[in-house]
Nanobody, 124 residues
């Protein structure tokens, strides 16, 4: 079992930046990949970014490509999401997810472990 705790959310103006962190604890060895999703009220989880834990290979949703960067520090068992040029439509609760097997990374159902989420609000 792995536990995930997100932090770094908050209120920011349009065009601003935030850096989210996701700290993993518990059985972190053997973890295959991690990802960030976001969710707004009444909608399903939306894929944001994915990183393979060993190789560092990344994938992004088209809506955030060029603005968001996912990275990891395996020594700290932490994944980051650097978010730049934030827009009001980026407002959501952001969740970290982890998997021990290769996931269908854009599908929320493929991820076995989730954090509690952190709120990001972008004011216009």
């Amino acid at each position: 079992q792995v536990q995930l705790v997100e932090s770094g959310g908050g209120l920011v103006q349009t065009g601003g930046s935030l850096r989210l962190s996701c700290a993993a604890s518990g059985r972190t060895s053997g973890m295959y990949s991690m990802a960030w999703f976001r969710q707004t009220l009444g909608k399903d989880h939306e894929f944001v970014a994915f990183i393979r834990r060993t190789s560092g290979i990344t994938t992004y949703a088209d809506s955030v490509k060029g603005r968001f960067t996912i990275s990891r520090d395996n020594a700290k068992n932490t994944v980051y999401l650097q978010m730049n040029s934030l827009q009001p439509e980026d407002t959501a609760v952001y969740y970290c997810a982890a998997s021990y097997i290769q996931p269908a990374y854009q599908s929320p159902g493929s991820w076995g472990y989730w954090g509690q989420g952190t709120q990001v609000t972008v004011a216009s």
